[in-house]
């Protein structure tokens, strides 16, 4: 299997560099990647894992807001090679007192779908409740 990655922020959609390198962006629509055609150059079985990977981690759930961590634009990227997997992820506070908690739960509903080691890391990047569609 090649490093292939999910990309779920507002970043630009980018063209592949090669076959081992993809990034698709899911936030203006997230069912549009599992509706749409592989991109080209993006191995399917890693495809199809990364789409596995986001389902498992739609079991997830913000204990304040009671939505899961893919619906809040919490997960922003999903980056899979051949011997580790990374969800690089941001929390909708700073100072999220359920943090660790959360971090956990999507390191293991990871180790649920792939069978090597999952690194969590947690990005710098401001949570915005419009990216999740949310009107407060």
Aim: aromatic letters at 4%.
């Amino acid at each position: 299997m090649t490093d292939s990655t999910i990309t779920t922020s507002e970043a630009p959609e980018q063209a592949p560099e090669s076959a081992s390198d993809a990034s698709v962006s899911t936030a203006q629509d997230p069912g549009a990647l599992a509706r749409g055609p592989i991109p080209p150059g993006v191995d399917p079985q890693a495809h199809y894992t990364q789409l596995a990977i986001l389902d498992a981690l739609r079991t997830v759930v913000d204990p304040e807001i009671g939505m899961n961590v893919v619906e809040l634009a919490l997960i922003r990227q999903v980056i899979l090679g051949e011997n580790q997997t990374e969800i690089k992820m941001i929390l909708t506070t700073p100072f999220c007192p359920y943090a660790g908690s959360m971090i956990q739960q999507v390191k293991e509903a990871t180790e649920g779908v792939v069978d090597h080691e999952v690194k969590v890391t947690l990005l710098a990047e401001r949570w915005d409740p419009r990216d999740a569609g949310l009107m407060w």
